[in-house]
């Protein structure tokens, strides 16, 4: 069992920077895929960015060279910076840990990201 708790969410002109953090309880943090994903009103639930176990990275098209998505093991955390913010982006945000060898799937509440001038 992974609880998932996100921070870091807020009102950001557009242009501007958040970093959202991921919080996870549980000793088998580092064997989890991570990812965020982000759910605008009316719309469905979409990958933002992933980074495995391993290290590697993926992003949504819309977010390349905007995103970043690490982690670090040490302190059972997830991170998404969030640089040259835009509207569209606004949205609430999700952390999600996946268990490949229990095909688990673990989510947070959720944090509000909102663009706005």
């Known amino acids: 069992q992974v609880q998932l708790v996100e921070s870091g969410g807020g009102l950001v002109q557009p242009g501007g920077s958040l970093r959202l953090s991921c919080a996870a309880s549980?000793?088998?943090?580092?064997?989890?895929?991570m990812a965020w994903y982000r759910q605008a009103p009316g719309e469905q639930r979409e990958l933002v960015a992933v980074?495995?176990?391993?290290?590697?990275?993926n992003y949504a098209d819309s977010v390349k060279g905007r995103f970043t998505i690490s982690r670090d093991n040490a302190k059972n955390t997830v991170y998404l910076q969030m640089n040259s913010l835009k509207p569209e982006d606004t949205a609430v945000y999700y952390c999600n840990a996946y268990d490949n060898p229990t095909l688990r799937s673990y989510w947070g509440q959720g944090t509000q990201v909102t663009v706005s001038s």
């Open positions: 549980g000793r088998a943090f580092s064997i989890y895929d």
């Open positions: 980074i495995t176990s391993l290290g590697r990275t």
